[in-house]
């Protein structure tokens, strides 16, 4: 004949400990709100006291990434050797260093304090100082209760405080020290200190923050039980209220079971949150260079256009040569068709490579001729017709450039435009044009009143939060070899630059 109370038995006990670690629980997690109420409310008076006693402290405006305005004349004022920005600096001021209002402000002593000993409280020396200063502070304590150090209390109370110079390496062996020192002496009838009872909850504080759930219940369970035994056996807590004495327990252990669970929470928001700004930054990536090739793929079927007019001109003087040339000999006659031949070839071999690099399959060509800087006027008025203020300042000699400069700078100022009306809609747009003997430097800038994009363009290509219309203008300067950078303007607005070489090539 069976018995279902060994079950019982077995089935109540982890039922006991759950309860008794819910208790806990909710015991600090109601602490833990208490203590964050508190904080909130007393924040702002500390802010008003901190900003009373060393004033305001406003760190320095960061400098902006873009250069600003500056003459195309000489270098060019973006980019340096090593392939970034260039932030021109001021001249030296020869009246002696800047005035006190012109300086960095200075971190108020107060902050460099707290910051000061948040950098001490994760350094390794954190525990031993401050386990060494409670056994001291244990050991000034005696004369104030009229105690001699050298004694039983002295040796009782240095086992209580001296363990937890170790409790970061070893928390489970000094605490043991701890607790069972501290249980010795009030179950002798020794008088209960102050540090060693702040050691004692100290411990229980930190087991509980790193013990499981289950455990912290037994923990609990079994520092009530050791209190109510000390008040039963002893009368060293008779000066304090058995109510006040338990809820100090049960609250240094509730305290370290909160604890453990915002950091366990805090740790997993920090990881979802790295693992979404991974995911955000692989799209990031992702969309930019689907971006580059779209945009690849657009500069190279408007290069097909001016390529096939080339050669379709090749081609047509090819095949007419025989009839406007007299005299030409077989031999040249027929080179001229080899020639005819060959560049039809050509085209037709452009034709299948265009179908390839189209973006959209039922994308038809564009059978429109490409746009060179001859209309940057109509270009300048249409911007104006839709709402626009532009104005275009062409510096230099101007002289016909090669159909390829003169379409990627057409386009540079089309899609710059573009920007400007989306983002900065009624802003002030100057286009500036500088024939620089061998290359042409571009500027489009505005005055938008409106936030610009928050995105820098280097000349290295870097980026952070690239539109499409600034990856086709670098692709643009890139394919030239040239330079380009775009960014908000430290007066307000934004800029873009291209340097664009143009070589001896000439438009026929």
Known sequence: MTSDKPDFLHEAGPAAWRVAAQVVTAVGQVLLWIL???????????SRLVAALYGKSTPPAAPPPYGGPQPYG????????????????PPPNPAGPPPPAA???RTPPLLRWVHAWRRF?????????????LAVAALIEFPLHHLQVVSLPGAFALAATLPLMFRRESLHPASAIVLGALAASLLSGQ??????AFAG???LYLLAQQLPRPSTGVLGVCSVVGVGVVYLASSSLDEIPWLAGFTAVIAAIGLGDARRTVETAEASVDEERERSSETLTRLNVAEREQAILRERARIARELHDVVAHSVSMIAVQAETAPYTMRDLSPEAKKGFGEISGTAREALEEMRRLLTVLRAEPGAEPEVTPQPKLDRLGELIDSHRGAGGEARLTVRGSARPLSTTVELSAYRIVQEALTNARRHAPGSRVDVELEYQGDRLA??????????????????????RVMGHGLVGMRERATMLGGRFAAGPRPEGGFAVQADLPVGKNRSS
């Open 74 to 89: 000489g270098p060019p004022p973006y980019a340096t050797p090593d392939g970034t920005l260039l932030q021109r600096q």
């Open 191 to 196: 008088q209960v200190l102050l540090t060693t």
């Open 442 to 463: 571009v500027r489009v800038s505005d005055d938008g009143a409106t936030v610009p994009p928050t995105t820098t363009v280097n000349p290295d290509g870097r980026t």
């Open 103 to 105: 300086r960095q402000p």
């Open 36 to 46: 964050t109420g508190i904080g909130r409310l007393l924040r702002p008076i500390t």
């Open 201 to 203: 909850l100290y411990a």
């Open 121 to 133: 409280s994760e350094s390794w020396a954190y525990g031993p100082v401050t386990g060494a200063i």
